[in-house]
């Protein structure tokens, strides 16, 4: 019997642990991320601040929250190199589209001629269905894509600040 209620309280807590940490990654994970990337580059960037500020006398504080930015800038820029040779490549690939899709419709053809006489008309419809709805397909995912990354910028912006922020004031304010 007792080894049933210990069981039963044992359950029962690992049960209330398990929801508590659901709830905190569903709901408040979002909203503390950027604390929690904050504290993370305070504590890295401590040591290299350590060091610097017994070379040049100049507060540890200071040096951490100066590491830090350094970081994010560092992070910018490479995000923004990335982003630009997405933007290439995938105007590289919307030039090259037509051509694609020419190729693609002479395969088609050269099926279509492979195919008996009078299976040619539902082979024709079938290819030029499946032309027609790849295109726009293909139209439709870029466009969703676009607007997904508009309107998550806004956001990720405005998380990436508050980290930048976060990080400067923690590793400047507490040694860790």
């Given amino acids: 019997m007792e080894s049933k209620c210990k069981f039963l309280v044992n359950f029962a807590y690992?049960?209330?642990?398990?929801?508590?940490?659901?709830?905190?990654c569903k709901f408040l994970l979002k909203i503390l991320l950027p604390f929690i990337i904050a504290g993370i580059i305070a504590?890295?960037?401590?040591?290299?601040?350590?060091?610097?500020?017994?070379?040049?006398?100049?507060?540890k504080g200071v040096w951490a929250?100066?590491?830090?930015?350094?970081v994010y800038i560092a992070v910018a820029g490479v995000s923004v190199f990335l982003l630009y040779k997405t933007a290439v490549?995938?105007?590289?690939?919307?030039?090259?589209?037509?051509?694609?899709l020419e190729r693609i419709s002479k395969i088609a053809e050269k099926t279509k001629?492979?195919?008996?006489?009078?299976?040619?008309?539902?082979?024709?419809?079938?290819?030029?269905?499946?032309?027609?709805?790849?295109g726009s397909n293909l139209a439709g995912f870029f466009s969703k894509v676009l607007a997904d990354i508009v309107k998550s910028t806004p956001g990720f912006?405005?998380?990436?600040?508050?980290?930048?922020?976060?990080?400067?004031?923690?590793?400047?304010d507490y040694n860790i």
């Fill in 65 to 70: 929250a100066v590491f830090s930015a350094a």
């Fill in 157 to 172: 912006l405005f998380s990436g600040v508050v980290a930048l922020v976060a990080s400067c004031y923690i590793a400047k």
């Fill in 89 to 100: 490549f995938l105007t590289g690939f919307t030039e090259r589209l037509p051509e694609i």
């Fill in 43 to 59: 504590v890295i960037m401590q040591k290299p601040a350590d060091v610097f500020s017994k070379k040049f006398k100049i507060n």
């Fill in 14 to 24: 690992v049960s209330v642990v398990g929801l508590l940490i659901f709830l905190v």
């Fill in 113 to 134: 001629e492979a195919i008996p006489i009078g299976h040619n008309t539902l082979m024709e419809g079938f290819f030029n269905d499946i032309l027609k709805k790849s």
